[in-house]
């Protein structure tokens, strides 16, 4: 597998054995590059070249231990990845935490970013609430007592979907890993920023899915999402699926990547939502689920 040199991070990524267009793909916390597998093949076979990484403190990257960073620091990872494959310009998208990578790096680097996908995900930092929780369980994964009760109950909240049998590779996964390693993948987690009032500076297209049952990337963030990105065309929502989706729904929501592919490779920027020419006329919002 290929590995670049980010600052101090040994960054792992994995392309595919296709020359199309690039789509660069970032994980959710606790899952790691092989989580977008099921997507691989329908998007390798329309000739999308999928690329995909391991952020700090997950799968086969590897940082110094408890170094602190942020999601601005991941979106440089990202842009790394690029530079080694010799990539100027992709579609860059990520699920939950990778979705935040994908905002920032759009924001970094506007000029390398065709479009976004953005995947059971947010733009908005933890509240007050959920940083509390977020706290909880983390001092609970970092002790000493049994990491299985934490993963069976972390699966169906973090993965979702109404086969159990999806959760299996990831409770096997989290039970035999090192349950430290994520300290510092943690705090910048909870600490991260807000981008909500900086997203209409991103004019690209945009793809903003949820799952129906996904109770962290809700209806109203992503809503929010959609609204403040002049790309988006409101939300997709997959149905019966929960914060997974892209892992347990491939067969739903590649069509809609591949749909973001052709409007952001094929389609003038200024056809899509008038950019530059600043009376530019937003594309219609329409929130829609896709048949189950």
């Known amino acids: 597998m290929p590995y670049v040199q980010s600052g101090s991070v ?38 999308i070249n999928v690329v995909t990484w391991d952020a700090r403190g997950h799968g086969g990257t590897r940082a110094p231990r408890d170094e602190p960073f942020t999601y601005w620091d991941l979106a440089g990872d990202a842009l790394t ?6 990539v100027e310009k992709a579609v860059i998208g990520g699920m939950s935490q990778g979705g935040y990578v994908a905002l920032r790096t759009a924001l970094l ?13 947010e733009a908005s930092a933890c509240s007050l609430p959920e940083l ?21 109950t972390l ?12 959760w299996t590779q990831w409770t096997t996964r989290w039970q035999a890993g090192d349950r430290l390693a994520i300290r510092a993948a943690a705090e910048c987690l909870m600490t991260r920023d807000s981008v909500l009032r900086r997203l209409h500076e991103i004019e690209v297209p945009a793809l903003v899915l949820r799952g129906s ?9 992503s809503a929010a999402l959609a609204a403040g990105l002049p790309g988006a065309s409101g939300v997709i929502t997959v149905p019966d699926a929960g914060h997974g989706a892209a892992w347990t729904h491939p067969e739903l929501v590649a069509p809609a990547l591949l749909q973001l592919m052709c409007r952001a ?25 896709l048949p189950g």
Request: hydrophobic content about 40%.
């Open 10 to 47: 040994t960054v792992h990524f994995r392309p595919s054995r296709t020359r199309g267009p690039v789509l660069l793909l970032a994980h959710g916390f606790l899952m790691d590059e092989s989580m977008f597998e099921p997507l691989r093949k329908p998007l390798t076979a329309a000739g």
């Open 81 to 86: 990845v690029l530079n080694a494959l010799g």
């Open 109 to 121: 680097a506007p000029e390398r970013v065709l479009g976004l996908a953005l995947l059971d995900t």
């Open 132 to 152: 509390a929780q977020y706290r909880a369980f983390f001092d609970a994964w970092c002790g000493q007592d049994p990491l299985a009760p934490i993963t069976e």
């Open 155 to 166: 699966a169906p909240q973090l993965i979702g979907g109404p086969d159990p049998a999806a």
């Open 213 to 221: 049952h996904d109770a962290s990337s809700t209806a109203a963030k």
């Open 265 to 289: 490779t094929y389609e003038p920027k200024d056809s899509v939502v008038g950019a530059g020419t600043g009376h530019g006329v937003r594309m219609p919002r329409k929130n829609w689920t």
